[in-house]
């Protein structure tokens, strides 16, 4: 990832490990001639990335070698399901042509339904087709990286060996070139499996809800057996009879397996069936983790696990009682115990003590980790992300970069947009970004240089980049806390100012004044001056540290994807109306999406933790109940082993709260 095309010849050309290397990048389009503008994210790749993964298309055929050549007719494969929500499934749509922004492009094929992978791409082109990959600057340099590889293994070598050489590759590009990598960035080659990278982030939330339901599994065997000793002891005359009688051993285990037996698959069928309708809910929950949650299902090996899992338990919980009644030695003791009497030995009421305790610890153990997990939400609900999310509507406008393809274009866009906002009722402010708050996308950090301070820390200085207009600040609720924010005559884009956060003066200024100083992004060839310093953001609600931002203006620099941000005096339905309506007055082919407001952002990042929280605290609750039943149905039973006596007690003058207590007390 971030490789130059220079970089993926080098890897096509000297290494050894790899079958085939294909390139990838994702690129975004205006689609015309199907009603309204639409965004469409577009994955671009070289020939053979549907073969090396293994993709056959449902529809027509993907590429061909020819067609990544520059100058060839443009042509795009659709995904699945940009084809059945754009086109609703038409299968006459191979042949057909759409317009994605200045060029008509040829359906040629459409994709199976498959996992979004690398990215959740509607349509997807040939390299020769996208403006970006096939100009000088990109094909023939080394400081443009926007490409991703993907290397298919050749037969019988190992990940480990495919690492070395790249290692070696990176080491040799490293000493060819010094130039273009730079000792601070320690920029190298990792390669990655392609199965662990989609299952990563799930991964370890999988794990967690394996744990947990293996621990709420221990708890109702627990229950189980407890509750099958406490059923024997009711039986253990009649067991000591069988016994006397001859039938002991294997005859006896197998009627107490075969009665377990038969209550472990009518519950295992019944919890297949409620795993069954709740499977699109695991499904809904794991897509925010992996691309491949679509593949959740019960499965062949699935059913024969639950099913060994099943008569495993039932025939380890009949062990219980088995044992219990086939060890006794007192079986004429046994038998001349009534249906009601204090039957139970001190070593039964051991086991059974044992059983209980580990069923509350375990259930004690869930209902601890429900609640710290729930502790960590409720810390991250409390979490200052550094601005004022209230009442601000945001959306993204991902502009045409054939029509605005220069930063004077772009900028008069964005001029004219937020002058018809600023003159729209029930709008208090407007601001243009080059990247929205409260998104891990979109954010770029970038090392940079400062003139003439000294005290600066060891490390490189680095930071996110964002350019912002004038009023992005207040717009958005980022306080000033010195120095001003940027003026519309801040368009310079050589002697353009900058603002820093907070926490980039503590990390890099060493206690001095930032205002006034200059830094550089391009190695001190142009420097632009340090005007103001703002509060601290976190974008990231789930990063302990704020982000180190640096802000520049939007309208100095040149940027095709652009976030809009309304602070909203009104309701905001209007305020959307007002946005939407304000957008195709400046341009009626300008597709706009991703419309929400700040506090709907803020929450999206908590939705993982929330469902997180929700499957722990729904298993604690379980393992809660079990518990609380097994419990219930041992001191049932106790009470009624101890009748006798407790009426003894009684009769001599015990009172109510004095048995109840006797009881509660064991």
């Given at each position: 990832e971030g490789l130059s095309a220079l970089e993926v010849t080098d890897l096509r050309r000297d290494t050894h490990a790899f079958s085939a290397v294909a390139e990838y990048h994702t690129l975004t389009f205006q689609l015309f001639g199907h009603g309204d503008p639409v965004r469409v994210a577009t994955g671009v790749v070289s020939d053979g990335f549907f073969d090396m993964l293994g993709v056959r298309p449902a529809l027509g055929r993907t590429f061909r070698p020819g067609e990544e050549a520059v100058g060839a007719a443009p042509v795009v494969v659709l995904s699945h399901s940009f084809w059945m929500n754009q086109f609703h499934g038409d299968s006459s749509i191979v042949g057909a042509t759409v317009t994605m922004n200045d060029r008509v492009h040829t359906v040629i094929g459409v994709l199976p339904p498959l996992p979004g992978y690398p990215d959740e791409n509607d349509v997807w082109m040939p390299i020769g087709a996208c403006p970006f990959r096939t100009m000088e600057w990109m094909a023939n340099t080394r400081d443009h990286r926007m490409l991703r590889a993907f290397g298919l293994l050749k037969p019988g070598l190992t990940p480990r060996e495919a690492a070395s050489e790249l290692s070696t590759l990176?080491?040799?590009?490293?000493?060819?070139?010094?130039?273009?990598?730079?000792?601070?960035?320690?920029?190298?080659?990792?390669?990655?499996?392609?199965?662990?990278?989609?299952?990563r982030r799930a991964k370890p939330v999988l794990y967690m809800l394996l744990a947990t339901a293996v621990f709420l599994l221990l708890v109702a065997t627990a229950n189980v057996a407890t509750l099958a000793l406490s059923r024997q002891l009711r039986r253990s005359r009649e067991l000591a009879l069988?016994?006397?009688?001859?039938?002991g051993g294997v005859r006896l285990y197998r009627q107490l397996a075969l009665e377990s037996l038969m209550l472990s698959v009518a519950g295992a069928v019944l919890?297949?069936?409620?795993?069954?309708?709740?499977?699109?809910?695991?499904?809904?929950?794991?897509?925010?983790?992996?691309?491949?949650?679509?593949?959740?299902?019960?499965?062949?090996?699935?059913?024969?696990?639950?099913?060994?899992?099943?008569?495993?338990?039932a025939l380890a919980v009949a062990l219980v009682p088995f044992l219990h009644a086939h060890g006794r030695r007192d079986v004429a003791g046994?038998?001349?115990?009534?249906?009601?009497?204090?039957?139970?030995?001190?070593?039964?009421?051991?086991?059974?003590?044992?059983?209980?305790?580990?069923?509350?610890?375990?259930?004690?153990?869930?209902?601890?980790?429900?609640?710290?997990?729930?502790?960590s939400l409720i810390t991250l609900e409390r979490v200052d992300a550094g601005m004022d999310v209230r009442n601000v509507l945001s959306a993204q406008l991902e502009l045409n970069f054939t029509k605005y393809d220069t930063p004077a274009k772009q900028g008069a866009l964005a001029r004219a947009l937020l002058e018809r906002l600023g003159a729209q009722p029930g709008v208090r402010s407007a601001a243009v970004a080059s990247a929205s708050p409260l998104q891990t996308t979109g954010m770029s950090e970038q090392p940079f240089t400062i003139d003439r301070v000294s005290g600066l820390a060891a490390s490189s200085p680095h930071a996110e980049a964002t350019d912002v207009?004038?009023?992005?600040?207040?717009?958005?609720?980022?306080?000033?806390?010195?120095?001003?924010?940027?003026?519309?005559?801040?368009?310079?884009?050589?002697?353009?100012?900058?603002?820093?956060?907070?926490?980039?003066?503590?990390?890099?200024?060493?206690?001095?004044?930032?205002?006034?100083?200059?830094?550089?992004?391009?190695?001190?060839?142009?420097?632009?001056?340090?005007?103001?310093?703002?509060?601290?953001?976190?974008?990231?609600?789930?990063?302990?540290?704020v982000t180190d931002a640096v802000y520049l203006p939007l309208l100095a620099s040149s940027s095709y994807d652009l976030r809009v941000f309304v602070r909203a005096a009104g309701p905001m339905p209007a305020v959307e109306q007002a946005l939407r309506a304000a957008v195709r007055d400046v341009d009626p082919q300008q597709s706009i999406s991703d419309v929400a407001t700040l506090d709907q952002l803020r929450g999206a990042q908590l939705v993982e933790p929330r469902l997180t929280t929700a499957l722990v605290g729904v298993f604690a609750v379980l393992a809660l109940v079990l518990t609380a039943t097994g419990l219930s149905g041992i001191v049932a039973y106790n009470v009624a082993?101890?009748?006798?006596?407790?009426?003894?007690?009684?009769?001599?003058?015990?009172t109510r709260s004095r048995v109840l207590a006797l009881v509660v007390r064991e």
């Amino acid at each position: 990832e971030g490789l130059s095309a220079l970089e993926v010849t080098d890897l096509r050309r000297d290494t050894h490990a790899f079958s085939a290397v294909a390139e990838y990048h994702t690129l975004t389009f205006q689609l015309f001639g199907h009603g309204d503008p639409v965004r469409v994210a577009t994955g671009v790749v070289s020939d053979g990335f549907f073969d090396m993964l293994g993709v056959r298309p449902a529809l027509g055929r993907t590429f061909r070698p020819g067609e990544e050549a520059v100058g060839a007719a443009p042509v795009v494969v659709l995904s699945h399901s940009f084809w059945m929500n754009q086109f609703h499934g038409d299968s006459s749509i191979v042949g057909a042509t759409v317009t994605m922004n200045d060029r008509v492009h040829t359906v040629i094929g459409v994709l199976p339904p498959l996992p979004g992978y690398p990215d959740e791409n509607d349509v997807w082109m040939p390299i020769g087709a996208c403006p970006f990959r096939t100009m000088e600057w990109m094909a023939n340099t080394r400081d443009h990286r926007m490409l991703r590889a993907f290397g298919l293994l050749k037969p019988g070598l190992t990940p480990r060996e495919a690492a070395s050489e790249l290692s070696t590759l990176s080491a040799r590009a490293h000493a060819t070139y010094p130039a273009a990598y730079p000792a601070a960035l320690r920029m190298g080659l990792v390669a990655t499996n392609a199965r662990d990278e989609m299952t990563r982030r799930a991964k370890p939330v999988l794990y967690m809800l394996l744990a947990t339901a293996v621990f709420l599994l221990l708890v109702a065997t627990a229950n189980v057996a407890t509750l099958a000793l406490s059923r024997q002891l009711r039986r253990s005359r009649e067991l000591a009879l069988r016994v006397a009688l001859g039938g002991g051993g294997v005859r006896l285990y197998r009627q107490l397996a075969l009665e377990s037996l038969m209550l472990s698959v009518a519950g295992a069928v019944l919890g297949v069936g409620i795993a069954g309708s709740g499977l699109s809910l695991l499904r809904t929950f794991a897509t925010r983790f992996t691309p491949r949650a679509d593949e959740i299902t019960i499965s062949g090996p699935v059913f024969l696990f639950a099913s060994a899992l099943c008569l495993g338990l039932a025939l380890a919980v009949a062990l219980v009682p088995f044992l219990h009644a086939h060890g006794r030695r007192d079986v004429a003791g046994a038998l001349r115990v009534g249906n009601v009497g204090s039957g139970a030995t001190p070593r039964e009421h051991r086991i059974r003590g044992l059983l209980v305790a580990a069923q509350v610890a375990l259930a004690f153990v869930m209902l601890v980790g429900g609640a710290l997990i729930g502790r960590s939400l409720i810390t991250l609900e409390r979490v200052d992300a550094g601005m004022d999310v209230r009442n601000v509507l945001s959306a993204q406008l991902e502009l045409n970069f054939t029509k605005y393809d220069t930063p004077a274009k772009q900028g008069a866009l964005a001029r004219a947009l937020l002058e018809r906002l600023g003159a729209q009722p029930g709008v208090r402010s407007a601001a243009v970004a080059s990247a929205s708050p409260l998104q891990t996308t979109g954010m770029s950090e970038q090392p940079f240089t400062i003139d003439r301070v000294s005290g600066l820390a060891a490390s490189s200085p680095h930071a996110e980049a964002t350019d912002v207009s004038p009023e992005y600040f207040r717009t958005v609720g980022i306080p000033l806390i010195r120095g001003r924010a940027f003026t519309a005559l801040d368009r310079d884009t050589l002697t353009a100012p900058a603002i820093v956060s907070e926490r980039v003066v503590e990390e890099y200024w060493g206690g001095h004044d930032p205002i006034g100083t200059r830094i550089s992004f391009n190695g001190g060839r142009t420097w632009r001056e340090v005007v103001g310093v703002v509060g601290n953001v976190r974008h990231r609600l789930t990063d302990p540290a704020v982000t180190d931002a640096v802000y520049l203006p939007l309208l100095a620099s040149s940027s095709y994807d652009l976030r809009v941000f309304v602070r909203a005096a009104g309701p905001m339905p209007a305020v959307e109306q007002a946005l939407r309506a304000a957008v195709r007055d400046v341009d009626p082919q300008q597709s706009i999406s991703d419309v929400a407001t700040l506090d709907q952002l803020r929450g999206a990042q908590l939705v993982e933790p929330r469902l997180t929280t929700a499957l722990v605290g729904v298993f604690a609750v379980l393992a809660l109940v079990l518990t609380a039943t097994g419990l219930s149905g041992i001191v049932a039973y106790n009470v009624a082993q101890r009748l006798p006596e407790i009426a003894i007690r009684v009769a001599l003058g015990a009172t109510r709260s004095r048995v109840l207590a006797l009881v509660v007390r064991e």
